[in-house]
């Protein structure tokens, strides 16, 4: 066993954190974790349901910097502790409206202070990244639907009951009809209908109302699936895609020299338009050639 995991092991055996909070890491040091929030990521408006999103750990290290796995790195804990994380809790963000899936709030109160780490303690099982921790408050958390929800404490306290309310595989799940089954099998309070797969992140996503109960996902069938859109539909004309990374909205025309690579899911909030007016009346723009 290395030396730092052995040190680890130990002081994990005897720190007062041991049976409350297991995933508490004395190796774990990161200290960088609170970023500058760009006022431009600001787009405070409200939210009217909620999405949990799932992510599998192993896929996410096998990306990650080596050196960000080493002891004070950013990655330490879930990725190179010795830790055995399946999915993770990526975070419970607030949604606009179902209408209008893919509009979002984001970092509502703009940048926020640095989170003290011991608050953050208790919620490394679920989210084992206190870089992660910090971005999601300042980015969703400070979005709720209701201010007494806004704190660090209490968004993170929503989290962790929704997330310790949910049975999650230790393997990897495709997105494929048995896995939807496995899901409701063991979570038979989800619905149906609110479960959904974000392609490009290959999360697992839940979503719930302003009440933190189960709710349909927009866009998605009775069977749980996206409803599917073809190119040759006519109302899938103009396509609306969606960058969650920078938060953008763009659509894409037939004359736009992407169109053919651009490609719809409405569970990750992309949607299909007959005309440009309608996109703009959505709230999508037209991507620059």
């Known amino acids: 066993m290395k030396a730092h995991r ?9 720190s007062p954190f041991a049976g409350a909070a297991s995933c508490v890491d004395p190796l774990d040091t990161f200290d960088k974790y609170n970023e500058a929030v ?3 990521q600001k787009n405070d408006i409200p939210s009217e349901y909620y999405v949990m999103s799932y992510s599998w750990a192993p896929h996410h290290c096998a990306g990650a910097e080596r ?8 990655n330490y804990l879930q990725c190179g502790s010795g830790r055995s994380f399946g999915y993770v809790l990526h975070g419970l963000w607030p949604q606009g409206s179902k209408a209008r899936p ?4 984001r970092a ?15 919620y490394l099982c679920m989210s084992p990244s206190v870089w992660l921790l910090q971005h999601e408050y300042e980015y969703h958390g400070t979005c709720m639907h209701d201010e007494a929800l806004e704190d660090p404490k209490t968004y993170f306290d929503t989290a962790l009951r929704l997330h310790q309310q949910l049975r999650l595989p230790d393997r990897e799940l495709p997105d494929t009809a048995e896995s939807r089954r496995w899901l409701l099998a063991n979570n038979p309070h989800l619905r149906p209908d609110g479960i959904q797969y974000y392609a490009k992140g290959k999360e697992w996503q839940f979503c719930f109302d302003t009440r ?3 709710t349909s996902c927009p866009g998605a069938s009775p069977a749980g699936r996206p409803e599917a859109r073809t190119e040759a539909d006519a109302s899938c004309r103009i396509k609306g895609n969606v960058n969650r990374r920078a938060g953008t909205r763009l659509y894409f025309t037939p004359a736009h020299p992407d169109y053919a690579s651009v490609k719809i899911n409405t569970a990750d909030g992309e949607r299909c338009f007959a005309t440009e ?12 050639e």
Do not use: T, V
């Open 67 to 74: 050196r960000s796995k080493q002891p004070g790195g950013r």
């Open 6 to 14: 052995l040190a680890a092991l130990i002081a994990a055996l005897l």
């Open 38 to 40: 760009p006022e431009r």
């Open 212 to 214: 933190f109960s189960p």
């Open 277 to 288: 007016e309608d996109a703009r009346a959505a709230g999508w723009r037209k991507a620059p």
């Open 108 to 122: 509502c109160e703009g940048d926020q202070p640095r989170i003290d780490r011991k608050l953050l303690e208790k």
């Open 102 to 105: 893919g509009h979002y709030p």
